[in-house]
């Protein structure tokens, strides 16, 4: 596996790799665009890339500018010699690891706005989160010229951006969603949950929980602002949680619904629990 920092160094070395000498056609590139700090979720990428793409590489970049929170950029764990070994394991080709001057030698000026999407959730609660993460994955798709990009789940919201971003600048690949890993006790695999205390990793599945229940009860008919008041109730009476939001949307719009809507909808979840943020969400 090659690891690379520098964007013309990564350029020259994927023109070598994607000219097959001795076939006419071109190899695939999967990318698997990360912050680091990799779990199996990540790995699941990996290995859905590889079965389906000649070369499989992951980008490491804690991006600066999709933060809106300057503790929770410090605080976000950076461990790149460790995910650099689980990647090399997992069969992984390369390794996009730019420092912040490699990846933006200029700040960029350019705004994305889009639209709906992000007037809602993340968008809502984190103004400039999508603008950031919209910038720095056109930037990996103009480096690496994927064909194919592996999203997870966990983040419903931002997969929805990014098929924006695709669709509207027309780059040529398709975006793979792929499903949200959970641990045994139902937490969802994130890299954040590395930061949780003891006590709080004890209660960090409460959200999941709470997504399910509320689930079967909009399944057995309870109307959408019932289940809302439920969420909010079950987990004030966890003082270690601080709901931030819970919304039932389109699983593709993401705008609100106001009754389920089989196979497309979607209930998504952002709490803090002590400083750490999580989210979630289930699809049915
Ligand atoms: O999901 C993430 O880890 C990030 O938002 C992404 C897509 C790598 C962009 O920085």
Do not use: W
Not at 188 to 193: C, E, I, T, W
């Amino acid at each position: 596996m090659q690891v690379f920092s520098s964007v013309t160094e990564l350029r020259s070395y994927l023109a070598a790799r994607r000219s097959d000498a001795r076939r006419s056609e071109k190899k695939t590139i999967g990318l698997v665009p990360t912050m680091g700090a990799l779990h199996e979720g990540h790995l699941a990428l990996i290995e859905a890339s590889r079965q389906t793409n000649d070369i499989t590489g992951c980008s490491i970049f804690v991006n600066p500018i999709q933060f809106n929170n300057q503790e929770d950029l410090a605080k976000y764990p950076r461990t790149l010699e460790q995910d650099c070994a689980l990647l090399d394991r997992a069969g992984c080709d390369f390794v996009f690891a730019p420092s912040a001057d490699d990846m933006y030698p200029k700040a960029p000026s350019l705004v994305l706005n889009f639209g709906p999407l992000e007037s809602v959730m993340e968008g809502a609660f984190r103004p400039g989160h999508f603008n950031g993460v919209g910038i720095v994955v056109a930037r990996l798709f103009n480096i690496v010229h994927p064909d194919r990009a592996y999203f997870g789940q966990k983040d419903l919201q931002q997969v929805a951006v990014v098929r924006q971003l695709v669709e509207d600048l027309a780059f040529q690949l398709e975006v793979v969603p792929c499903p949200t890993l959970r641990e045994a006790d139902g937490l969802a695999l994130s890299s954040r949950n590395r930061r949780l205390s003891p006590e709080e990793r004890a209660l960090a599945p409460q959200l999941y929980q709470v997504l399910t229940e509320a689930k079967e009860r909009l399944l057995r008919g309870e109307r959408v602002a019932e289940a809302k008041q439920f969420v909010q109730d079950y987990l004030a009476a966890i003082p270690a949680f601080r709901l931030e939001y819970f919304e039932v949307v389109h699983s593709v719009t993401m705008q609100p619904l106001e009754a389920v809507k089989p196979g497309h909808t979607a209930l998504c979840i952002a709490a803090y629990l002590g400083p750490v943020r999580l989210i979630d969400n289930v699809v049915f």
